[in-house]
């Protein structure tokens, strides 16, 4: 039984940037960090990979997780994602005060798409963090019609 969703998984290329982004930035809380040096099969078997060398912190939002990687070994491939394209494009954060949360997050250096979009029940907008993962702000102003309204 699938009891709701844990965590998305975020590819990094410079783990300390990344997590001063989340943890300092976005403000999620570090709840686990690991690394591994190549020599864990346990974490081979579960990932799928041979000999991984990898950092990780599990970093938790009020209602889910976010869990940043960055790869020594297998070395990744870099395929920067547009929201139109296959496979997992962009993750939401929930907000309340879009425009205040907007507005602090261009002073802190993440670039959107354009200001936030007004649907009438929620409003949102498309940006990036510091690597080009895209990140959606979004707003439910209406709970009752803010999903009649949603384009994504």
């Excluded at 690991?34 to 020599?39: H, I």
């Excluded at 670039?111 to 895209?134: H, L, R, W």
Aim: contains cysteine; hydrophobic residues 40%; charged residues 25%.
């Amino acid at each position: 039984m699938i009891v709701g969703i844990h965590h998305v998984a975020i590819g990094v290329p410079d783990f300390a940037k990344g997590l001063a982004f989340y943890r300092d930035v976005l403000g999620f809380e570090v709840v686990q960090t690991a690394e591994f040096d190549g020599t864990t099969p346990l974490v081979d078997r579960a990932v799928g990979l041979d000999e991984t060398a990898a950092q990780m912190a599990m970093l938790k939002a009020p209602n889910a997780y976010i869990e940043i990687w960055q790869y020594a070994n297998p070395e990744p491939v870099d395929h920067r994602s547009r929201p139109c394209d296959y496979g997992y494009p962009h993750f939401a954060l929930q907000v309340d005060g879009i425009q205040e949360e907007y507005e602090r997050l261009c002073r802190a250096g993440m670039e959107f798409v354009g200001p936030p979009v007004d649907f009438g029940g929620s409003a949102a907008i498309y940006g990036k963090d510091p690597f080009g993962n895209v990140i959606e702000l979004y707003e439910i102003r209406d709970p009752d019609i803010a999903q009649l309204n949603r384009r994504d």
